[in-house]
């Protein structure tokens, strides 16, 4: 028995976990995959963790949740999240860019407001370049510091602004607009910093950390839960708790909720899940943010040197987020075949909206994901755009000898930035869809709330990651004070 369990070690879990220790919780956190948790002066992480300019989330990697879903038309691609304490931010390429605080007024304003989520934003880090401005933070748990190291990402900041795109110096910046300009990364000596060692590491000895161990349901009494079921290499399990937080993703959260009786009645009861709590909109709304890569012959051969993080660089325009990679994919990934190089052009305010559905009543069942990519005229267009621009930066470059430009038309589907949210919406208990209040404590229940992406009640318009852990932080906060 323990004061709180954590479903999920990714980054919100490892935020949520050390904010109810510190407020003196018995505290459990639930991670599926393995555990590496620096502590005590000793750094456990093997170097495929640590290293910056890789990302192990290859085919063969044994720190990924590979599941398939589909993009658009009758395409499947597999959608790889981190499964490792510290989640996708344990491996994914330490992109750490603020949304605009316009994104958040969607958002309930009780508690999140554009005053209350900058002042969040400044607390989680410790910013390097900017940390002495009002606006940003200098004590918080994270570092966030920019590198422009790699050819690609020096030209390209070069060809965009001599094109009369704008420079920007801090892409963080509480009104930063469209430009270009150095990617804030959370990155300390060359090194990834998650936030398992952000957060958990100065707590280790506060937190029970199970890895390894796949929660199947969670536990009800009446309306309130009272622990979780699951399984592990030992086999199954029991945990009870006298509250149980949910931060195992925008896919993973919503599945749990479903196979524990949380959603929608009729889908559930297809399936055969007795009905706990009917919320329709636990699994629907699901965004991310759709991605097409421009691949090209690079003038001069890679000279092998060490190029930093994968994206030091983005140009913002409009809708669009233009990402030249530092290096080709099976560079940046481990076990791919040999690639070109490419650049990514991805839609951040697209219309699409997909789902999250269960497939039978057996709990460690993959679950059915439908991202609806291009369904849209609007969406369609916005990419061909970003498509446009992209080709015209690369070609004005000394990076580029030749490029390859995808059509986007309903035989081409992008995939995706792997930046789902919005399965588990947060909203006024008057909206049918919401699933948690704006504390993220799940409408029905007691005992029960959600910490991770699932509960952003609107997408962001920057990869998510800062957003996770800014309203995990809030959230658990919240949930601590009040709820």
Same mark, same amino acid.
């Given at each position: 028995?323990? &004061?709180?369990?954590?479903?999920?070690?990714?980054?919100?879990?490892?935020?949520?976990?050390?904010?109810? $220790?510190?407020?003196?919780?018995?505290?459990?956190?639930?991670?599926?995959?393995?555990?590496?948790?620096?502590?005590?002066?000793?750094?456990?992480?093997?170097?495929?963790? @640590?290293?910056? /300019?890789?990302?192990?989330?290859?085919?063969?990697?044994? !720190?990924?949740?590979?599941?398939?879903?589909?993009?658009?038309?009758?395409? =499947?691609?597999?959608?790889?999240?981190?499964?490792?304490?510290?989640?996708?931010?344990?491996?994914?390429?330490? !992109?750490?860019?603020?949304?605009?605080?316009?994104?958040? &007024?969607?958002?309930?304003?009780?508690?999140?407001?554009?005053?209350?989520?900058?002042?969040? !934003?400044?607390?989680?880090?410790?910013?390097?370049?900017?940390?002495?401005?009002?606006?940003?933070?200098?004590?918080?748990?994270?570092?966030?510091?920019?590198?422009?190291? $790699?050819?690609?990402?020096?030209?390209?900041?070069?060809?965009?602004? $001599?094109?009369?795109?704008?420079?920007?110096?801090?892409?963080?910046?509480? @009104?930063?607009?469209?430009?270009?300009?150095?990617?804030?990364?959370?990155? /300390?000596?060359?090194? /990834?910093?998650?936030?398992?060692?952000?957060?958990?590491?100065?707590?280790? *000895?506060?937190?029970?950390?199970?890895?390894?161990?796949?929660?199947?349901?969670?536990?009800?009494?009446? *309306?309130?839960?009272?622990?979780?079921?699951?399984?592990?290499?030992?086999?199954?399990?029991?945990?009870?708790?006298?509250?149980?937080?949910? $931060?195992?993703?925008?896919?993973?959260?919503?599945?749990?909720?479903?196979?524990?009786?949380?959603?929608?009645?009729?889908?559930?009861?297809?399936?055969?899940?007795?009905?706990?709590?009917?919320?329709?909109?636990?699994?629907?709304?699901?965004?991310?943010?759709?991605?097409?890569?421009?691949? !090209?012959?690079?003038?001069?051969?890679?000279?092998?040197?060490?190029?930093?993080? %994968?994206?030091?660089?983005?140009?913002?325009?409009?809708?669009?987020?233009?990402?030249?990679?530092?290096?080709?994919?099976?560079?940046?990934? %481990?076990?791919?075949?040999?690639?070109?190089?490419?650049?990514?052009?991805? =839609?951040?305010?697209?219309?699409?909206?997909? @789902?999250?559905?269960?497939?039978?009543?057996?709990?460690?069942?993959?679950?059915?994901?439908?991202?609806?990519?291009?369904?849209?005229?609007?969406?369609?267009?916005?990419?061909?755009?970003?498509?446009?621009?992209?080709?015209?930066?690369?070609?004005?470059?000394?990076?580029?000898?030749?490029? @390859?430009?995808?059509?986007?038309?309903?035989?081409?589907?992008?995939?995706?930035?792997?930046?789902?949210?919005?399965?588990?919406?947060?909203?006024?208990? &008057?909206?049918?869809?919401?699933?948690?209040?704006?504390?993220?404590?799940?409408?029905?229940?007691?005992?029960?709330?959600?910490?991770?992406?699932?509960?952003?009640?609107?997408?962001?318009?920057?990869?998510? =990651?800062?957003?996770?852990?800014?309203?995990?932080?809030?959230?658990?906060?919240?949930?601590?004070?009040?709820?």
């Amino acid at each position: 028995m323990v &004061d709180v369990i954590i479903v999920g070690g990714g980054s919100a879990g490892c935020v949520a976990a050390a904010t109810f $220790a510190r407020a003196g919780a018995s505290v459990m956190v639930i991670e599926v995959g393995p555990v590496f948790l620096p502590a005590a002066g000793h750094d456990s992480r093997p170097p495929d963790l @640590t290293d910056v /300019r890789r990302m192990p989330i290859g085919p063969e990697s044994p !720190y990924t949740d590979p599941i398939s879903a589909r993009t658009t038309g009758d395409r =499947h691609v597999v959608a790889t999240r981190g499964r490792v304490l510290g989640g996708s931010g344990a491996v994914n390429g330490a !992109y750490f860019v603020r949304a605009p605080l316009s994104d958040f &007024d969607t958002w309930p304003q009780d508690l999140w407001d554009r005053k209350t989520v900058a002042r969040y !934003y400044n607390r989680i880090e410790a910013d390097h370049d900017f940390g002495d401005a009002d606006h940003h933070g200098s004590t918080g748990p994270v570092p966030v510091t920019r590198s422009i190291s $790699a050819p690609i990402a020096q030209a390209f900041l070069h060809s965009g602004v $001599a094109s009369g795109h704008r420079h920007l110096g801090d892409l963080n910046a509480p @009104t930063v607009g469209d430009g270009i300009g150095a990617v804030p990364s959370n990155v /300390r000596d060359g090194q /990834r910093i998650s936030m398992a060692e952000a957060y958990l590491s100065p707590v280790a *000895d506060r937190i029970t950390v199970r890895g390894r161990s796949q929660v199947a349901r969670l536990l009800f009494d009446g *309306d309130r839960v009272i622990g979780v079921t699951g399984r592990d290499d030992d086999g199954p399990f029991v945990v009870h708790a006298d509250r149980v937080v949910l $931060a195992a993703g925008a896919v993973r959260t919503p599945n749990l909720l479903m196979h524990s009786g949380i959603g929608h009645a009729d889908t559930l009861r297809r399936v055969g899940i007795p009905v706990v709590q009917h919320l329709p909109g636990v699994g629907a709304g699901m965004a991310d943010h759709p991605e097409i890569t421009i691949t !090209y012959l690079p003038r001069t051969a890679p000279d092998g040197s060490d190029r930093g993080t %994968p994206l030091q660089v983005v140009l913002h325009s409009g809708p669009i987020e233009i990402r030249p990679y530092t290096s080709s994919f099976d560079h940046l990934i %481990p076990g791919l075949p040999p690639m070109l190089p490419a650049i990514g052009v991805a =839609h951040m305010t697209p219309d699409a909206r997909g @789902t999250v559905d269960v497939t039978s009543d057996d709990p460690f069942s993959v679950p059915n994901v439908d991202h609806r990519y291009l369904d849209t005229a609007a969406d369609r267009e916005a990419l061909r755009g970003g498509i446009a621009l992209a080709t015209d930066i690369l070609a004005a470059s000394t990076v580029a000898s030749d490029i @390859t430009d995808p059509m986007v038309g309903p035989k081409v589907s992008p995939g995706g930035s792997l930046h789902t949210m919005c399965s588990a919406r947060m909203g006024a208990d &008057d909206d049918v869809l919401a699933v948690v209040g704006s504390t993220g404590r799940v409408r029905g229940t007691r005992g029960l709330s959600v910490v991770d992406a699932s509960m952003f009640p609107a997408p962001v318009s920057r990869g998510p =990651h800062a957003t996770v852990v800014m309203a995990a932080q809030r959230a658990a906060d919240l949930q601590i004070n009040g709820d």
